[in-house]
Every structure is written in structure tokens, then in C-alpha cells.
């Protein structure tokens, strides 16, 4: 044996580590080719139409402010108000009857889908707003029960008078007596965060307290759904799931916010388990009560997703709501008039006495400027469902179907309907859809509310999945508008105060709210009573 054979048998590697080498160089030429294929696809416009190359190259932002108000314009254009987004794999709609046809005549054929499930399963998990067929009807028929309890409805009420009477007004009322600008978005965001810890969980997180204490499952939580949203907006799901795979980037940054969430809802729901649930009003003791699930064995999962849940429907979507509502109104304090004189023509006069839950049902104005408000700021501003028959076991097949404007729609395709630019379409609500006027939800002598077709007004859905929180989300709404309104003139300050239409829309965050970017800054002053 000579000396090179020998240097040679030194050198060579243990079998399993050149296997391992091999592996991982496998692995990073995969990668590699899977980030140039993706690079590509990204930048290649494999569809020709304009549509498609303003969404791949990003031009639709020289022109608009928001995602949104580029598919109101297109869909404005659209003879049918349908409109096809090839590269996303989706159909685009503001039409009435496509609405009605997808939620209510072929409800069965539109499910929320795997892909959504996908999207918004490290979040939701198996909640209310992330599963379909029997899952959702029994979750469905649980929250019906609760909700329309005549009991659930004044123990909420008693809850957001009080959270607008101890916390809202004296935040409020020390931002005007030093002449400090606030973040309006927060406070309501503060203020809908404690009203559904309360409601729901039984438990008071005090985010509105006046020191504003910082919140770690709120703020979590805005992570983890902004996060969860952007993988919506990818041109390709293999995007996000490749980043998932490698925990790098913005799946990294889910993963954290996501494990912060599930460790403070087990907290909560150790709470809840530990106070009992026999006497409590809260929405998680009434579901724990009714399903036997009350002690250390339950089934945490499933009450995770519960709190989870809670928390989407009624944080963000009444805090959003509050938030552009006081834009508007800072723009039309002839519409703040308005609801002042009818809040305090109900009460003899005195315009410190609290309102009734009575009353405040009676406010047909101002639940006229709510709706209104919602037209052209709807706090969800979009909607998907795929295309694929469903069972009551949540299974699905692929099933064609043809939308009532004659749109044809594949099987397992996207179809999006998008209650921001319904509001903004002139065949629906006239030619003065772009302004802000209650009125057109007010008719007859007695000036009373009349709602809108709730297939061209989607903002609560409609149909079987209808928000079952619709009635107590309007009233937390209207206890505090009108509560602030009453005591206090809010002026919106910086770009959001600029005079424009009602339909000037400020630039929202990618998320599923469409929250402010950058908050919304106001100058508070109390009313001088006259």
C-alpha cells in the first residue's frame, strides 16, 4: 500500500456524514431553485391583462390609496361588477345577485374552503369563522343560543355603559382638559378589547385604564392577524408555506405572535375554569356550561378557538367601525348635531343624564349614521368562498357553477365579494354614493330606519352566515358615539382631517380589519352646554 492510498483512506468521510452532506446539498439546490421559479413567477406576467400586471408590479398604488379602492374602480367598470384577477385565481365581485347567489341559493356549493382554512388555520384553528359543514353548524347553533339570550343582552349592556361611564369619558375628558392629541383608534381599539374580555371570558383586562397599560394578547393578537392576512395577499401560497417550512421572515414572526395568543387564552381559560362556571353571564362560562366541558379536563382546543374567535368578531370590527365614524363625523359635525339633538330630545333635556338601553334602541338617526358609516368603511372589507360542494362532514368535491351575471366559476376557484366597493357603486346606491348622507337609510313621516337588502349591504354577511353579533356590536357602537358626541367636539388632526369626499379613504393596514395606518391623531374639547 503506498503513501497516496493511505492519505486518501485518511480523507474519506464516515459514510453517514457524506450522506448528510449530500442531503443538505440537495436540499439548498431545491431551495435555491425554488426561490428562482418563485422569483420568476412573481415577475413574469404570465397573464397579459392589465389587471393582472397592476397587481403583479404593484402600478395600481400610483393612482390609489388601498387594495381596496382599486377594486372598487374596476369593479365600477365592469358591465357585470364582476371582475377576474387571474393570477390570484380569483373572481372579484360587487353584485347583488352574485352575493345572494353565493350565500343564500347556493350557500352549499360556497363554503369558506380549505385554502381559507389554510390561511387562517394557525389563528383560528377550528373556530366559528374558519370551518365549514357540521363543525360550523353545531358551533353556529351554540353562539345563536347565547347571543339571543335575553340574559346575555343586559349583562353585555350593563358591561359597555359601565366601560363608557368609568373608563371611555375620563380618558377622553383628560386628553381635552391638558389639550393632548390622542389616538382615537386606539382608545376604541383599548375600549373593545376590555368590553369583549368582559362579555366573553368574564375577566377585565383594564386596557382603557387612564395610565393605558400595555396589553401583550392584544398586541399579539394585531400581530398575528395582519401577519395571517398577508399570506392572502401572495401570488402564490407556496410563498408563505415555503417561509412556514423555514420559520424565516414573516411566518417566523406568526409563529411568535400566534404562541403568545394560545399561551394567554390557556390562561384565561385556567381563569374561567378555576372561578367556575355554574352562576357567570360570560360567553365562554355559558359555552363550557353547556357542553359540560368546565373543569381541568376540558377540551382546551376547542375552547381556544373559542377565545380566539371572541376576540376577532368583537374587538377589531367595533373598534374599526368607531374609528372611521369619527372621521366622518369630524368632517360633518352637522351630522354630530344631528345625533346630539336626538340622543338628548329622548331624555327631558338633560344632556348629562346616562341613556337607556331603551333609548338608545329608539336612536333611529344615529343608527342611520352607523349603517352609513359602514357603507363606505365596512370594517371587513372583503369576503372569500371557494367553489367546491360540501358535506355535513366538512368534505368537499370540486363544483362548477355559473353566478347569476353569467360569470363562470371552476371548480375550487376563488370568489370574492367585496362589501368596501359594493359601497361604492353607483348602480346600487346612486350617483351620490361617494357622500356621506344617513338620510338614505331613513324614510316615511316619523323619519325611521329602514335597512338595506342585506345581499347589497354584506357588511354583517348575510344569509346562514349572518353575524350573530350584529345587534350587540351596533349597540356598543351606538352607547359610545353617542355618549362621546354628546360631551365632547373630536377633531381629526393631520392627513386623515384634510377636507374631501366622504368616500376619501385614509390608508388602511393589510389585515383582516381594516384598521388606520398610523392611527387616527384628534384634538378633543369639551362641549360648553347651553
Known amino acids: 500500500m503506498d503513501a497516496t492510498t ?30 428562482v421559479v418563485l422569483l420568476v413567477a412573481r415577475r413574469w406576467p404570465w397573464c397579459s391583462c392589465h389587471v393582472c400586471r397592476a397587481y403583479l408590479t404593484g402600478s395600481w398604488a400610483r393612482e390609489f390609496t388601498n387594495l381596496g379602492d382599486w377594486y372598487a374602480h374596476l369593479l365600477r367598470r365592469s358591465p357585470t361588477g364582476t371582475v377576474h384577477v387571474h393570477v390570484l385565481g380569483c373572481t372579484v365581485t360587487a353584485n347583488p345577485a352574485n352575493v345572494e347567489h353565493m350565500l343564500r341559493t347556493r350557500f352549499d356549493n360556497f363554503p369558506k374552503g380549505r385554502p381559507f382554512a389554510a390561511l387562517l388555520g394557525d389563528l383560528l384553528g377550528d373556530g366559528i369563522f374558519n370551518v365549514d359543514g357540521h363543525a360550523w353548524r353545531h358551533q353556529r347553533k351554540m353562539a345563536s343560543l347565547e347571543l339571543g339570550s335575553v340574559a346575555v343582552r343586559s349583562y353585555a349592556y350593563k358591561i359597555i355603559a359601565q366601560e363608557v361611564e368609568a373608563r371611555l369619558m375620563p380618558v377622553l375628558a383628560d386628553a381635552a382638559d391638558r389639550g393632548a392629541v390622542l389616538d382615537l383608534q386606539d382608545v376604541f381599539r383599548r375600549f373593545a378589547f376590555d368590553n369583549i374580555c368582559k362579555i366573553s371570558f368574564g375577566l377585565d383586562p383594564g386596557c382603557l385604564d387612564r395610565e393605558m397599560p400595555v396589553s401583550e394578547l392584544a398586541d399579539a393578537f394585531d400581530a398575528a392577524s395582519r401577519l395571517s392576512a398577508m399570506r392572502g395577499a401572495a401570488a402564490s401560497p407556496l410563498l408563505w408555506r415555503a417561509k412556514r417550512f423555514l420559520n424565516v421572515g414573516s411566518e417566523r414572526e406568526l409563529r411568535k405572535a400566534i404562541k403568545v395568543v394560545d399561551e394567554l387564552a390557556a390562561a384565561m381559560i385556567r381563569e374561567r375554569q378555576k372561578l367556575g362556571v355554574g352562576s357567570s353571564h360570560d360567553l365562554l362560562s355559558r359555552f363550557m356550561a353547556s357542553t359540560g366541558v368546565d373543569d381541568a379536563a376540558a377540551d382546551d382546543k376547542f375552547l381556544r378557538d373559542i377565545v380566539v374567535s371572541f376576540l376577532l368578531a368583537g374587538r377589531d370590527t367595533v373598534s374599526t367601525a368607531l374609528t372611521t365614524l369619527f372621521m366622518l363625523l369630524s368632517k360633518n359635525p352637522e351630522v354630530a348635531a344631528a345625533m346630539r339633538a336626538e340622543a338628548e330630545a329622548g331624555d327631558g333635556g338633560e344632556t348629562g343624564a346616562a341613556i337607556t338601553y331603551e333609548h338608545l334602541k329608539g336612536l333611529h338617526y344615529t343608527h342611520a349614521v352607523l349603517h352609513e358609516n359602514m357603507r363606505l368603511f365596512p370594517p371587513v372589507q372583503f369576503d372569500s368562498k371557494f367553489c367546491a360542494a360540501a358535506d355535513f362532514d366538512s368534505k368537499f368535491c370540486a363544483a362548477a357553477d355559473v353566478l347569476p351575471d353569467g360569470t363562470y366559476v371552476g371548480g375550487d376557484a376563488r370568489v370574492m365579494y367585496h362589501p368596501y366597493a359594493m359601497g361604492r357603486m353607483p348602480h346600487i346606491w346612486g350617483a351620490d354614493y361617494a357622500a ?42 351606538k352607547a359610545a358615539s353617542v355618549a362621546v358626541v354628546r360631551a365632547f367636539d373630536v377633531e381629526v388632526v393631520g392627513e386623515n382631517g384634510r377636507s374631501g369626499g366622504a368616500a376619501a379613504a385614509p390608508r388602511f393596514v393589510p389585515g383582516l380589519t381594516a384598521s388606520i395606518s398610523g392611527g387616527l391623531q384628534v384634538r378633543v374639547r369639551r362641549r360648553v352646554h347651553t
Do not use: D, I
Not at 8 to 15: G, H
Open 6 to 35: 493511505t492519505v486518501s483512506m485518511e480523507m474519506e468521510l464516515p459514510w453517514g456524514a457524506r450522506c448528510a452532506g449530500l442531503a443538505f446539498f440537495a436540499f439548498s439546490v431545491c431551495l435555491a431553485a425554488l426561490g
Open 436 to 477: 356621506f348622507r344617513p338620510a338614505r337609510w331613513l324614510t316615511g313621516p316619523g323619519a325611521s330606519f329602514v335597512p338595506a337588502n342585506p345581499y347589497k349591504y354584506p357588511v354583517f354577511q348575510a344569509g346562514q352566515r349572518v353575524c350573530l353579533g350584529k345587534e350587540l356590536a351596533v349597540t356598543e357602537m
